[in-house]
């Protein structure tokens, strides 16, 4: 269903059961020009964008707070839901929900939703930016020429190569399609093959990377996930292959992943995602075969205003008596 039909679809809901002032608890720090899609639906806002404000918020306003709104990295944890007792839908904002407490939950009959889909343009686009950069060697080229320097040096060429895509959602088929626009040939890896489309599956990370030229992270994190991509996977990838990671960076072992790129075994590596963020290992910032963003693959005016829109339909529908559009299960 469109975006713009779903909204409409919710809000006759909202209209006719007459669903309003429900208090939310946005956590969320960066959507704050989007929010108003919300009030205007009704919902009364309490804004906590930082852990102290989290923890005022909940002391103060707990038995009020109905719903709350998230990203996967902030989540929302156990005893903090023992403390809203009327807590009935947890939103993600993000596609990401890996530390939203689940089973915790479940246990408390609390619904769970997240924004599937609802970035993966922006997240797409931002990795074929980092593959260019990496592979064609932008930044340094930049550099050089600020520097008076004119330095050529021969890089290779996207079209005819491999691309490897570990977790063929959303984010990954919108990739897919992009690359294919290159001349890329497409291979993945799900735990199971899609039947909905010719690209190539491979049963292990290893596999798929052994077949790849280019290996993109586009899986979500969790312990499902920890450090799937290890040093056999970066090994299998080889000294002329290149990982973009736009997913989570637990999916990545940081350690074997700068080792192969000290030691040769790759050809380099784009980051948009690091394990304990803002900070960034010290020596990632020294290799010249590294390309770094601030964790911004799924940020974009577009983006933002569709995550917020997700969220407002998911309440709509949740607070209507009907199926929320995005359900998260575990």
Known sequence: MHKRTESRYCQRFADRTGVRMTTVLVLVENLDMYLPILESSGYQLIRAPTAELRAEAIAAHGKSISAVMTRGPLGFFAEEMDALPNLRIICVSGAGYEKVDLPAAQARGITVTNGAGVNAATVADHTLALLLSLVRDIPQADASVRRSEWRKVVRPSLAGKRMGI?????????????????????????????????????????????????????????????????????????????????????????????????????????????????????????????????????????????????????????????????????
Request: glycine residues 8%.
């Open 166 to 330: 570990v977790g063929l959602g959303a984010v990954g088929l919108a990739i897919a399609r992009r690359a294919a626009a290159f001349d890329i040939a497409i291979g993945y890896h799900n735990r199971k093959p899609r039947t909905d489309c010719d690209y190539t599956w491979h049963a292990t990370a290893q596999a798929l990377a052994a077949e790849s030229d280019f290996l993109i992270i586009a899986t979500p994190g969790g312990s499902g996930t920890q450090h799937l991509i290890d040093a056999s996977v970066l090994e299998a990838l080889g000294p002329d292959g290149f990982l973009v990671n736009i997913a989570r960076a637990s999916v990545v072992d940081t350690h074997a992943l700068v080792s192969a790129l000290q030691n040769e075994q790759i050809a380099g590596a784009a980051l948009d995602v690091f394990d304990d963020e803002p900070a960034v290992p010290d020596v990632l910032k020294t290799l010249g075969n590294v390309v770094l963003t601030p964790h911004v693959a799924g940020l974009s005016p577009e983006a933002s205003r569709d995550s917020v829109q997700m969220v407002n339909d998911n309440l709509l529908a949740f607070f209507s008596g009907q199926p929320v559009l995005t359900p998260v299960t575990g």
